[in-house]
């Protein structure tokens, strides 16, 4: 029996299903690249297929947002997203001087979306320690 609200049920099963989405999208866009030459339109309308689960999740993540009851939740859930937000901010853009400076190889905007929600739940995890921590 789980103890989670209507609110992340829906959440967990929405966002589930949008990042198969992703995975799939994305592996299969990659195929169709990878095996065959597409005029540009259609490398250009194939490109944006991955970007519409990505969509979705954000939409899902609002929907989260304004379905969930519980204030606590709702707050540790934004500071995860704000830490996400801010950490994947500061990483990239000094990434981005290593590139420019060190030569190194440029940041991927195909990886920044994955270090994100990394970062979100790396955060969720320790907010939820802190605040364990401090009822006890």
Do not use: C
């Amino acid at each position: 029996m789980s103890n989670h609200s209507p609110a992340v049920a829906r959440y967990l099963r929405r966002i589930a299903i949008a990042s198969a989405a992703y995975v799939l999208t994305v592996f299969l866009t990659f195929h169709v690249f990878y095996h065959g030459r597409l005029p540009l339109p259609a490398a250009i309308g194939l490109a944006t297929i991955p970007s519409i689960p990505i969509i979705a999740m954000i939409v899902i993540v609002a929907l989260y947002l304004k379905e969930e009851k519980d204030e606590f939740q709702r707050e540790l859930f934004i500071q995860s997203l704000l830490w996400g937000a801010g950490f994947t901010l500061a990483l990239t853009s000094f990434w981005s001087f290593v590139h420019l400076f060190a030569h190194f190889p440029p940041v991927d905007g195909f990886h920044v979306f994955v270090i994100f929600w990394i970062i979100v739940g790396i955060s969720d995890f320790f907010l939820r320690l802190k605040y364990r921590a401090g009822n006890e």
